[in-house]
C-alpha cells in the first residue's frame, strides 16, 4: 500500500534528475501497486507517469500516444460518482501543445458530461482552446468564468499559469487581463522557474526587453522545467536580444532550442520558426542551401563573367539591356550566392571554374 500510494506522490512529484532511473522506479511501483489492490494507481497513474516521462524527454508524440493507451484502459476512473478520466484532462493539455484543436474540443465534450468535475476545469480547457482558436469572446467569458472558479481550487499548478497566459498572449489579450491572470493563477506553492518565466513573459509583453531578457536567462538551465518549456525559454530570450539587435547572440540561443523542441510540435515549434525566418536562418530539417558557382542561374553567370571582364553595373546595364537597379540586384545575389565581398574574388571563382 505504501508502495502503491508513492507511485502517485512519483508522478506527481518534482522530477528525477535521471529518467532511466525514473522509469525503472515507476514500473516497480506499478507491480507493487497491482498487487496491492489500487488499480486506478496500476492502470491510471502508471500511464500518466509514461507520459510525465515522455514529456520530460520531450517528445510530445510519446506523451500522447501513452495517454491514449492508459485512457483505453482505465477503468477505475469512469466509476460513477467520481470525478473521471484524469487521463483526458493531461491529454488535452497535450492537444493544445500539439495545436490538436479538434482533438481537444471532443475531450471537453466528454470532460463536461462528467460528474463532479473540478470547477476549473472546463473554463481553464476552454479558455485555452478558444485562444488557440482565435476566438476573443469565447476567450473572454471563459477567462471570467475561470477567474471567479479559482478560489475554490486549493493549490496552484506549475505548468498552468505559463500554458494559461502563453495562450492569453496568442490571442492579444490586454496586459490588465494579463496581470488579472497572474495574480490569480500564481502563488507562493508554485516553483520559483514558473513564476520567473511568467515574470518574463509578461515583461516581454510590455516591451521591457532586458528585464525579460534577465529572467528568461536565469531559468534557461533550470532542471525543474520540461524541455519543451525551456526550449521556449530560449527563444523567449532570443526574441529580446533581437528586438535589441544582438542577432549573434540571438542564434546562439535559436541553435540552444532546436534539440529541446526537436521531438516537439504545435505552437512551440511555430515560434522557434518565426524567430529563426527573423534571422534569415533556413528552417529545421532544410537541406544545406547550394552554394558556389552550381547556385548562379544561368542570367547570373552571364553577369559573372562579365564582372570578371570589369564590367561595371552601368556597363552591364547597357551590355544586357536591363536597368542599372537590376544590374546592381544581380551582382548583389551573385557576391551572397558565392560567398564573396569584392568583385575581384568573383573573376578568381570565374577563372577556376
Not at 493544445?96 to 465534450?109: F, H, W
Amino acid at each position: 500500500m505504501l508502495a502503491a500510494r508513492a507511485l502517485n506522490d512519483l508522478v506527481h512529484g518534482e522530477p528525477s534528475t535521471s529518467p532511466v532511473e525514473h522509469a525503472e522506479t515507476l514500473e516497480r511501483m506499478r507491480v507493487n501497486a497491482e498487487r496491492a489492490g489500487f488499480e486506478s494507481l496500476a492502470v491510471a497513474t502508471y500511464f500518466q507517469g509514461r507520459a510525465r516521462l515522455a514529456v520530460r524527454a520531450g517528445d510530445l508524440r510519446a506523451a500522447i500516444a501513452a495517454l491514449k493507451e492508459g485512457r483505453e484502459q482505465d477503468r477505475s476512473y469512469r466509476r460513477p460518482g467520481r470525478w473521471a478520466d484524469y487521463h483526458g484532462v493531461f491529454l488535452a493539455g497535450l492537444y493544445l501543445e500539439a495545436g490538436e484543436l479538434d482533438q481537444v474540443e471532443q475531450l471537453i465534450t466528454d470532460l463536461a458530461a462528467l460528474p463532479n468535475n473540478p470547477s476549473t476545469m472546463i473554463p481553464g480547457l476552454a479558455f485555452h482552446l478558444a485562444c488557440r482558436r482565435a476566438d476573443l469572446s469565447r476567450a473572454e467569458a471563459s477567462l471570467e468564468e475561470l477567474i471567479t472558479a479559482l478560489p475554490e481550487q486549493p493549490w496552484r499548478s506549475n505548468e498552468q499559469a505559463h500554458d494559461l497566459i502563453s495562450a492569453a498572449l496568442h490571442i492579444g489579450l490586454p496586459a490588465h487581463r494579463l496581470d488579472q491572470m497572474a495574480t490569480a493563477l500564481l502563488d507562493a506553492s508554485v516553483w520559483d522557474a514558473y513564476r520567473t518565466l511568467v515574470d518574463a513573459q509578461l515583461a516581454e509583453a510590455r516591451s521591457q526587453h532586458a528585464e525579460a531578457l534577465a529572467s528568461y536567462l536565469s531559468i534557461a538551465e533550470a532542471h525543474i522545467l520540461e524541455p519543451a518549456t525551456r526550449g521556449t525559454v530560449r527563444v523567449g530570450a532570443a526574441r529580446c536580444l533581437l528586438a535589441n539587435n544582438r542577432r549573434e547572440e540571438a542564434t546562439v540561443q535559436v541553435e540552444a532550442a532546436v534539440p529541446l523542441l526537436a521531438e516537439w510540435r504545435g505552437w512551440r515549434v511555430v515560434q522557434l520558426a518565426q524567430v529563426r525566418a527573423q534571422l534569415g536562418m533556413a528552417p529545421v530539417g532544410a537541406a544545406p542551401a547550394v552554394t558556389g558557382p552550381t547556385a548562379l542561374t544561368p542570367r547570373e553567370r552571364e553577369v559573372a563573367v562579365l564582372i570578371s571582364d570589369g564590367l561595371t553595373n552601368t556597363e552591364l546595364a547597357r551590355r544586357l539591356y536591363i536597368s542599372p537597379k537590376t544590374a546592381a540586384v544581380h551582382v548583389s545575389n551573385i557576391l551572397r550566392k558565392l560567398g564573396v565581398s569584392s568583385r575581384t574574388e568573383v573573376g578568381d571563382i570565374v577563372e577556376r571554374h
